[in-house]
């Protein structure tokens, strides 16, 4: 049986969203949804904000505001976001000097 089959735990580092801007943090996979279950960054900068949402574009959180350490966890009962099938995963990121960096736990299930 296949990871995917078994919707085992995967791992994203968040390392290159330096500036404002939308960034990939995970890319779509054709018929799945992204599932996140744990969430931990660290977001800096003047005023910083960051959003997650999926690639259709659809916002899938609030906006953090948090300039130190920051962390989420869910499970997969009671997850912290899901896209839509076949969408990817995108931070959007905002604030002067804004730099984030940090790891999503995710599986993958067959899409909603």
């Given at each position: 049986?296949?990871a995917?089959?078994?919707?085992?735990?995967?791992f994203?580092a968040?390392?290159?969203?330096?500036g404002?801007?939308?960034?990939?943090?995970?890319?779509?996979?054709a018929?799945?949804?992204?599932?996140?279950?744990?969430?931990?960054?660290?977001?800096?900068?003047?005023?910083?904000?960051a959003?997650?949402?999926?690639?259709?574009?659809?916002?899938l959180?609030?906006?953090?505001?948090?300039?130190t350490?920051?962390?989420?966890?869910?499970?997969?009962?009671?997850?912290?976001?899901?896209?839509?099938?076949?969408?990817g995963l995108?931070?959007?990121?905002?604030?002067t000097?804004a730099?984030?960096?940090?790891?999503?736990?995710?599986?993958l299930?067959?899409g909603?």
């Amino acid at each position: 049986m296949s990871a995917t089959q078994r919707n085992e735990s995967r791992f994203a580092a968040i390392t290159n969203a330096a500036g404002p801007g939308t960034y990939d943090v995970i890319a779509a996979v054709a018929g799945k949804s992204i599932v996140v279950v744990n969430l931990n960054f660290t977001l800096t900068g003047t005023t910083p904000t960051a959003l997650f949402q999926d690639t259709t574009p659809t916002a899938l959180s609030g906006a953090f505001g948090v300039a130190t350490a920051f962390a989420m966890h869910g499970s997969r009962m009671d997850p912290l976001m899901s896209t839509a099938k076949g969408a990817g995963l995108q931070m959007v990121l905002t604030g002067t000097s804004a730099q984030v960096r940090g790891c999503i736990t995710y599986y993958l299930e067959d899409g909603q």
